[in-house]
């Protein structure tokens, strides 16, 4: 049974860059033709998709958040990382990492999220 | 890319069905089987339900079901119990090679 971590910082600053990693235990993450894949949450609000990444590298956004938006993976680490940069308290949010399992919105398995705060 | 649009609120009483409704256009809903629905717990992460408009995965009761019919596609619950009180998404692949999820309805059991 597969299962996702997220892990980084709680708090982030305005005008800097939010960086959080999901580690992934029990599957490789190179394995089974998966899209690795980050949604968050704003407080009290719905879900939202910010985009996903294959074991290849190839990447796909959400165009709202693209201009400032990187996935990245590290197979050798078995992990997945999002970055988003120039943030400000509309990117305050619970993230999470998903499997999706063919790249089509069907997300299996889910890290518990994580909260990011964006304040001074 | 707006969202999909769900009722903000549903409620039944127990053991009735109720049906949760996902609206899109022809370019997510509509042009793709593609529509996945998820249940959310507070405080929770979210749990598939749903995948392909109609697909149960392993361990979802038989008591949920999905269907689509041109741009709507539709979330059923029958036999309602208390533990199925929580936020329902729906999710639709887009023609942009994009993800929409709707913007959630929220299910009272009465």
């Known amino acids: 049974q597969v299962q996702l971590q997220e892990s980084g910082p709680g708090l982030v600053k305005p005008s800097q860059t939010l960086s959080l990693t999901c580690t992934v235990s029990?599957?490789?993450?190179?394995?089974?033709?998966?899209?690795w894949s980050w949604v968050r949450q704003h407080p009290g609000k719905g879900l939202e998709w910010i985009g996903y990444?294959?074991?290849?590298?190839?990447?796909y956004y959400n165009p709202s958040l693209k201009s400032r938006l990187t996935i990245s993976i590290d197979t050798s680490t078995n992990q997945f990382s999002l970055r988003l940069g120039s943030v400000t308290a509309a990117d305050t949010a619970v993230y999470y990492c998903?499997?999706?399992?063919?790249?089509?919105?069907?997300?299996?398995?889910w890290g518990q999220g994580t909260l990011v705060t964006v304040a001074s | 890319q707006s969202a999909l649009t769900q009722p903000a609120s549903e409620s039944g009483s127990p053991g009735q069905s109720i049906t949760i409704s996902c609206t899109g256009t022809?370019?997510?809903?509509?042009?793709?089987?593609?529509v996945s629905w998820y249940q959310q717990h507070p405080g929770k992460a979210p749990k598939l339900m749903i995948y392909?408009?109609?697909n149960r995965p392993s361990g979802v009761s038989n008591r949920f079901s999905g269907s689509k019919s041109g741009n709507t596609a539709s979330l059923t619950i029958s036999g309602l119990q208390a533990e199925d009180e929580a936020d329902y998404y729906c999710?639709?692949?887009?023609?942009?090679?994009?993800?929409?999820f709707g913007g959630g309805t929220s299910l009272t059991v009465l």
């Open positions: 998903a499997r999706d399992q063919r790249g089509y919105g069907s997300f299996d398995s």
């Open positions: 029990g599957g490789s993450i190179s394995s089974g033709g998966y899209y």
């Open positions: 990444i294959y074991h290849s590298g190839r990447t």
């Open positions: 022809r370019s997510d809903i509509g042009a793709y089987n593609y």
């Open positions: 392909d408009v109609s």
């Open positions: 999710s639709s692949y887009t023609s942009s090679d994009t993800l929409l």
